[in-house]
Each structure stands twice: as C-alpha cells, then as structure tokens.
C-alpha cells in the first residue's frame, strides 16, 4: 500500500534556528514527491518537488534532499523565521497511472522568537 | 491571475441542512479536486473531475455526498443532510492537465451544529 509517514507531528524552535523535517514513503520509485507549506487557514504551497532521480532541490531556505536506498526525504529550513510557522507536507505520487498524490499528516511548526 | 478560488470561506450549518461549497479553478485549468481536511489529520481525497466529467470519485462517501463541473461556472461539492462528522475544512485543486501540479484555494471551513 502507497503511504507517506512523517515526524516528527509538531516541532517547536527558536527563530534563527535550523531544523529538519523527515518524510518516509514505502513504494519506490515514484513519479515525484513534493514538499507543500500549509499556513494556518490557508490551502498548501508547493515548496519543492523532487523527482525519482533526483538527490536535492533548494528553494530560498528551505532544502530537500532525497535518499531512494531508505526511501526518505527531508525538508531543511535554515535560519528560521516566524513566518515559517505552519505545517509542512509531503507529498508522494507514486506510479502505476495513479494520478492522485498520498499526502503525509503533516509536520505543524512553531517558530517561537 | 487569479488563483484557485473557494466560497464561501466559512459556512455553518445545522445538522440536516444542506451544503454546497464551490471551487473556481485557475484560469486554463480543466481538472478539479476535492479535498477533506479534518483537525489533525492529513488531506485526504475525495473526488477528481475534468470538465462535466468524474473521473474518480473513489474517496467520497457513497451518501449524501456529490461532486459536479459542469461546462459553465464552478465546481461544486455538495453535502446533503449534514451531521456533526461532516465539520471540517474542504479544499479544491485544480491542475493543467492530471500529471501537473495541483494548486490549491483556500478552502472552505464548514461548521455543523
């Protein structure tokens, strides 16, 4: 079954601060796997979007890396700022002609300052 | 240009009554979907329509529930006979075609009392 795992569920830091979130899916390859931001009372954002092939895609400050071999992603946020508090999902379209994504629950992020 | 646009933002109904939530996609996008956000949870999907067609309507309940986009004018979700477990937040995506990005609105908050 196609799923998306990701943790830790709620993080909380201190502006200025680095943190990493992680993504684990249990099919590979897949078509692409997307990193979205989701603020408080708004739709999601796509960040970044990987493909099977490929190891890392920055976006600002936020970076995903992807290692096929444990079947995870991570999303890397540098140098925090308040407004990067919000929740942050990934998301995963896997192959076989499926052309709706499984989305992750998501990480909710507190950047404190 | 206009992103994907929802209304309204918040409804609130008494149990029993009837809901229609409506999606604007972006301008040249033919494909909608709708989407399920309980407190806590992921996004969870629904259904996925092309103009005046469902293509999968897979993760919407058998009851009550029913999805439309029709030629002219916004997709519409409409819940009949509302209970308290229909609370929730609905979002709708809309894409080029079914293998490009999904945008999504805001969404729309429904309240049952």
């Known amino acids: 079954k196609n799923q998306v795992e990701q943790s830790p569920q709620s993080l909380i830091i201190l502006e200025g601060k680095n943190c990493t979130l992680q993504?684990?899916?249990?099919?590979?390859?897949?078509?692409?796997l997307r990193w979205y931001k989701q603020d408080t009372g708004r739709g999601p954002v796509s960040l970044t979007i990987?493909?099977?092939?490929?190891n890392t895609k920055s976006n600002g400050r936020y970076t995903a890396t992807l290692d096929a071999d444990t079947k995870q992603s991570s999303l890397h946020i540098t140098a925090s700022q308040l407004s990067d508090s919000a929740s942050y999902i990934c998301?995963?379209?896997?192959?076989?002609?499926?052309?709706?994504?499984?989305f992750g629950r998501g990480t909710s992020l507190i950047v404190h300052p | 240009n206009a992103g994907v646009m929802q209304n309204p933002r918040h409804l609130v109904r008494r149990r029993g009554q009837e809901a229609r939530l409506r999606c604007s996609p972006m301008?040249?996008?033919?494909?909608v979907y709708w989407y399920r956000q309980l407190p806590e949870e992921g996004l969870k999907f629904m259904v996925y329509?092309?103009?005046?067609?469902?293509?999968?309507e897979s993760g919407m309940p058998k009851e009550r529930f029913s999805a439309e986009f029709p030629k002219e004018g916004p997709s519409i979700l409409r819940i009949q006979q509302v209970v308290r477990g229909d609370s929730a937040a609905y979002f709708c995506?809309?894409?080029?075609?079914?293998?490009?990005?999904?945008?999504f609105g805001p969404g729309t908050r429904l309240t049952v009392t």
């Open positions: 995506a809309s894409s080029l075609d079914r293998d490009n990005e999904q945008y």
């Open positions: 993504c684990n899916y249990t099919v590979s390859p897949f078509s692409n």
């Open positions: 990987m493909t099977f092939s490929e």
């Open positions: 998301v995963v379209r896997f192959p076989g002609g499926s052309y709706i994504p499984t």
């Open positions: 301008k040249g996008h033919s494909h």
């Open positions: 329509l092309q103009k005046e067609n469902i293509i999968d």
